[in-house]
């Protein structure tokens, strides 16, 4: 609220209260809502021993320096020379000399997500921000892009649960608690009446093979468990921007790859259970099929819905949410019970 801002404002040095007043104009996530504004930056014109007293003089405002910044008269930023190279430097050389003008920066309206994105990419300790003028503003430093993974993360995980940022954080009434969740729960919910109408679509399979629903739950429990492994592994691919489409489908693939030597490893191992304990070696082979079978299922579903979600604009992280699992749960059921029905015509 307004009026709190301005209590909490109150309560700063005028110097600083315009310094939070300047950054309170851009979005809280985007790279103007979270750069410092405290920088080193000389004319390209100047020296290194310039730079160094520029250092020298500021270093009660900046508390980390990890770049210094070259700008023109005009405060367009135009190169970038990392400390430890100008400690290495003469003193007389020209900062135009020795900067790197291969300048990776961020505008003011850069979504938070993207600069950290970038910092992780280009191994960067400080972001530097420009206007649409390209005139340095300020800067995003390492400590902040920490906070911003941690954050987006924390976010990630919250909608992967059905959780919004405002229960959180400052929600204490249980009916709004309830409204925010209910949704996904009530997905839940019709998703697994699917699974019930599954079972009863098969229900003279289960009278007529009661070994068959003893292990529903390891198949479904193991096959859910695929599925949100491989989700959880796009998704995090998706989030850092890791290869573009190219990279997601190669992802995928891999996917498919792990869910073929996990599912034919757990299979061979429900088989070798079924045969043993059952004594039951024909339907040992239904099983640790089906086990196969569910566990690529649920890895390509599981990899392929953020992958869809993302084209679709819709974030990926609530993929991973209730909708994979009873979505996994549907399709495992009707694979494990449509080869228990196969079993029951052609073999048994």
């Not at 930056?41 to 210094?68: G, K, M, P």
């Not at 930023?77 to 920066?105: A, F, Q, W, Y």
């Not at 399979?205 to 429990?221: D, N």
């Not at 429900?270 to 099983?287: A, C």
Request: glycine letters at 8%; aromatic letters at 8%.
């Amino acid at each position: 609220p307004e009026v709190m801002q301005q209590e909490v404002l109150a309560q700063f040095e005028p110097e600083g209260r315009a310094d939070v007043e300047r950054l309170m104009v851009h979005e809280e996530d985007t790279a103007g809502g979270i750069m410092a504004l405290e920088f080193i930056a000389v004319y390209e014109d100047e020296t290194v021993e310039d730079a160094l007293q520029e250092i020298r003089e500021s270093a009660h405002e900046v508390d980390e320096v990890f770049y210094v910044y070259a700008i023109d008269r005009n405060g367009r930023l135009v190169g970038v020379v990392p400390i430890n190279h100008l400690l290495l430097r003469k003193p007389s050389c020209l900062i135009r000399d020795i900067m790197h003008t291969e300048i990776i920066s961020v505008t003011l309206d850069t979504d938070q997500e993207h600069v950290a994105r970038i910092a992780r990419k280009y191994d960067l300790s400080a972001v530097p921000v420009v206007d649409d003028d390209g005139k340095l503003v300020g800067r995003v430093t390492i400590d902040d892009i920490v906070d911003v993974l941690q954050e987006e993360a924390n976010e990630d995980i919250q909608r992967m649960a059905g959780i919004s940022d405002e229960e959180v954080l400052q929600e204490n009434s249980a009916f709004r608690i309830s409204r925010n969740r209910l949704p996904w729960l009530l997905i839940s919910f019709m998703g697994e009446l699917g699974s019930a109408a599954v079972l009863d679509h098969f229900n003279a399979t289960l009278e007529e093979i009661i070994i068959s629903a003893f292990f529903i739950p390891v198949i479904m429990a193991t096959g859910g468990n695929a599925g949100i492994q491989s989700s959880t592994i796009v998704v995090r691919s998706l989030a850092l921007g890791e290869g573009g489409v190219t990279g997601v489908w190669n992802r995928v693939l891999r996917e498919l790859r792990v869910a073929i030597l996990n599912g034919s490893i757990i299979g061979l191992l429900l088989f070798s259970v079924i045969s043993l304990w059952k004594d039951n070696m024909e339907f040992g082979m239904i099983g640790g099929l089906a086990m196969l079978l569910v566990m690529i299922n649920s890895a390509v579903f599981g990899a392929l819905i953020p992958f869809l979600l993302n084209k679709l604009k819709i974030d990926p992280a609530i993929a991973t949410g209730p909708f994979i699992t009873t979505a996994n749960d549907i399709f495992g059921l009707l694979i494990y019970l449509s080869m228990a029905t196969f079993y029951l015509l052609f073999w048994r």
